[in-house]
């Protein structure tokens, strides 16, 4: 058998790792590693160094040395510190280098190993979920936050044309320039606004979730041919969602990627492979009623 930095004898392994984060506290991250964890004869120790309860807040560079002293095997990482934790790491894999943004650091030999799990975990729903969808012509609604893992996911799996819309105009620009430089222009333009016949509809903003209630695309202009995918997983299911299914639209919210995300992160942090169906399973047990944080 092959084994892992964390295979130990006689009693369970202990992994100690963590989320780095503000307004974290509802974050599911911590229930899935743990119990996953825990069905592999690991001992994982999951713990949240949220901002907002820190006072004076630590910079991000200090947070990583903490965490290195105290034996982390590694943190994930949510807003507001994607982008600046680039800047004092060892390395970045390919995804986060072309992402500029990096959501999984693994502490490993002396270094500091930074990965991007967005990207694969909507990959990987979309590509479970989702198959057999026309993709000619997909609307993305949302050019911040998970935006562009979201965008690269979706050519990736074959969106032929993407059209995106963010009410920060400058944003969506520089969004479709930096789609554009990877995929071509032909593939990609700026949507100003909904309007227009799509294939499908991607939700990548904060619109929908419990705290901020609503649909960024007009449910009524929803109909049984169109698809609907969803980044928000609290609730399960946004007002987009339960429109689009009611329609009889095939959707997905943002629940598989939000465990496709730890599937992935769980291997850099222990070198084995999750369960993806164990975590999914342990993530919905949470309900509505669970907690959330920004894709971690």
Request: proline share 5%; aromatic share 6%; net charge negative.
């Amino acid at each position: 058998m092959t084994r892992t930095p964390f295979d130990a004898l006689g009693t369970p392994a202990t992994v100690l790792v963590g989320l780095i984060g503000a307004g974290i506290q509802l974050s599911r991250s911590a229930a899935m590693h743990e119990a996953e964890g825990a069905a592999q004869g690991l001992r994982l120790v999951y713990r949240l160094l949220d901002a907002d309860r820190m006072d004076p807040v630590p910079p991000i560079a200090e947070l990583l040395r903490a965490a290195e002293l105290c034996g982390f095997a590694g943190l994930n990482i949510t807003f507001p510190y994607k982008l600046a934790v680039t800047e004092h790491l060892d390395s970045l894999s390919d995804d986060a280098q072309a992402l500029g943004a990096v959501n999984t650091v693994v502490f490993r030999d002396g270094l500091r190993l930074g990965f991007n799990t967005d990207l694969g975990g909507f990959s990987d729903s979309f590509a479970a979920e989702m198959a057999g969808v026309p993709r000619r012509d997909v609307l993305q609604i949302g050019a911040g936050g998970a935006g562009l893992a979201v965008a690269f996911a979706l050519l990736d799996n074959g969106v032929e044309h993407l059209a995106v819309h963010d009410l920060d105009r400058p944003r969506a620009e520089t969004l479709v320039a930096t789609i554009a430089k990877r995929y071509g222009r032909d593939r990609v333009s700026l949507a100003a606004d909904v309007d227009g016949r799509f294939d499908g509809v991607v939700n990548a903003t904060p619109m929908g979730m419990a705290k901020l209630p609503g649909s960024p695309y007009p449910v009524d202009r929803l109909t049984p041919d169109m698809w609907v995918a969803d980044v928000i997983y609290f609730p399960l299911e946004t007002e987009l969602v339960r429109a689009a299914k009611a329609l009889g639209c095939r959707a997905i919210g943002g629940a598989g990627m939000a465990v496709g995300q730890a599937v992935r992160a769980f291997r850099h942090f222990t070198g084995r492979d999750a369960d993806p169906a164990r975590m999914r399973a342990r993530f919905e047990a949470l309900g509505d009623d669970g907690g959330a944080a920004p894709i971690a």
